[in-house]
């Protein structure tokens, strides 16, 4: 029962610097997004994807990439990394965009941008 | 747009005891999905409980119950017999039916409630 997978589960980025969060879902969803967590403002979304070739932003996707070429994988890469992108990030998939699926999240990566 | 509002940022419970966590949120449609969601100190996110704005009865799943109250647009949790191991951040979140109407599938979250459960 892996679900949705994400690594690294912590990361420690210099300013500047680029990387990529993998996300990986083992359940053949065709809905999945990226979510950023920051004190005292919930869980903001990112982008999201309804299927493999299809991506769309989310409400903070600046500073943000997505790809979906396959249904299993979504990577969010971060371009240019600032300090204000020090966040929990949290990968998440449901069976569809059916408003009432369960949407199953990853266990969070930890980014530090110094 | 819409909103969700949770605003307790903390409560405590007594072990054994019932808490009530409040939800209020802001639209202007009519079908929709309310869902509330546990975050431990691990950052799992973990469903706990869903509601369909159509149905008028309240979820309940074992100890979690909500109180839904469409045209108050509330939306709180209940538990009942708290116990050591529900100590967590707990997040409401609204999702649309409809893309048309949202124009995004998006969930849209409060900023939580941290429940402490006090042996």
């Known amino acids: 029962n892996a679900g949705v997978t994400q690594t690294p589960k912590f990361q420690v980025l210099k300013t500047g610097q680029s990387m990529t969060l993998q996300c990986a879902q083992d359940m053949n969803h065709e809905y999945m997004s990226w979510y950023r967590q920051d004190p005292g403002m919930g869980l903001r979304l990112i982008h999201y994807?309804?299927?493999?070739?299809?991506?769309d932003q989310g409400e903070v996707p600046n500073g943000y990439n997505v790809s979906r070429s396959t249904t299993e994988d979504f990577p969010l890469r971060l371009l240019s990394a600032a300090p204000s992108q020090t966040s929990v990030y949290f990968c998440?998939?449901?069976?569809?965009?059916?408003?009432?699926?369960?949407?199953?999240f990853g266990e969070g990566s930890w980014l530090t941008v110094v | 747009a819409q909103t969700v509002t949770q605003s307790q940022p903390e409560m405590s419970v007594q072990e054994a005891e019932t808490v009530t966590l409040s939800c209020t949120y802001d639209t202007s449609e009519s079908d929709y999905y309310l869902f509330w969601y546990k975050q431990p100190p691990s950052r799992q996110m973990i469903l706990v409980i869903r509601q369909e704005a159509y149905k008028q009865q309240n979820a309940t799943e074992n100890r979690f119950s909500v109180n839904f109250q469409k045209a108050a647009k509330s939306f709180s949790l209940k538990i009942s017999d708290s116990q050591l191991g529900d100590a967590a951040m707990y997040f409401c979140a609204y999702r649309s039916a409809s893309y048309l109407t949202s124009g995004t599938y998006k969930y849209i979250f409060g900023t939580g409630t941290r429940l402490k459960v006090l042996a």
């Open positions: 994807s309804v299927g493999a070739g299809i991506t």
């Open positions: 998440a998939s449901s069976l569809s965009t059916y408003s009432g699926n369960t949407i199953y």
